[in-house]
């Protein structure tokens, strides 16, 4: 955790997606940019469009239902190729939004620099056959880049790409929101790693009071008594600032499952953190466990016991 913003592993590993969808459930559009290392936000760009596609860079077949895969799909299909017509220069995300729009094209932020990009070509050849037509050159998606579109159509909005050495940042634009991801609503933002090719990870940067209200009713239920769900949010505070088990490999803090500690945000709509289950986040905010001053690197606990306990001492020695 860095300057109390967490960053929660959602889709990883084999479960990275190739393509990932966002939608507003609170809140209009979204801004794009990166993560910077004290997890604050760089604007690089934004849109108004409520529904949006993360998908990774290159060609993309989308099918009769709007779904983005990496090959072809059965029965009818549009195909968004990786090669393109890019043109540089531009000193701002307007002035290249205002290009893009001229040429029927979108903005990007590729190694630093706002450009435009134009076309979808399935081969170099078109791509430099239009080029002189654009005043630009020929240029291909790379393994590292990633495709923003409007949700279920081939109308890109944005296109990111650092070498993988920033990872694509969306975030909901207003001052209260909640965004729709796979069935759950979630505060904050979302990254998109894709640093060495291959399907995207799913994090989500989220304020660490937030982080907590989205998992205490997971672990022990929204409906407890008051005095038992702020006990366990002083434990989920410490847990995930005495962790950072993913970090280093995977470039998040904590996972959203048992492996960590199972976080679900603001819930599905029917089920969720409650107005108890807040109210003890909020009477305990700040609140955590130390030993001699310390504090507890692994604030473990369980959700049953089998009807016994053991001393710490004769499990962890």
Known sequence: MTNDMVKVGLRYGSSALFSANLENAVGSGYEFGYFEEDRSFTSLGWTEETAVSMTAAGTIYMDGSGTYSPSVPAGGFRAMGGWHVQ??????????SARARSEGGWPAWVD?????????????????AAAGQYGGRAIQSSSTGVVVTRTR?????????????????VRPSGRETSTWFKGYQ?????????????????VNVVGLEDYVKGVI??????????????????????FVQGHSKHLRESGFDVCNGVDCQVYNGHGSGGTGPSETSDQAVENTAGLCIYYNGTLVQDAVYHSSDGGATEDGANVWG
């Open 112 to 128: 630093w620099e706002h450009v435009v990009r134009i076309g979808c070509y399935e081969s170099q050849g078109e791509a430099e």
């Open 153 to 169: 159509t081939t109308d890109i909005l944005f296109e990111f790409d650092c070498s993988g050495v920033h990872a694509l940042g």
């Open 87 to 96: 043109i540089g220069g531009f000193r701002s995300f307007e002035e290249a």
């Open 217 to 238: 009713p997971y672990e022990m239920g929204g409906a407890w008594p008051l005095e038992a769900l702020e006990a366990q949010a002083v434990c989920a505070r410490t």
């Open 186 to 202: 979630y505060g904050g933002g979302f990254e998109y790693p894709r640093i060495t090719g291959g399907n995207l990870n799913v």
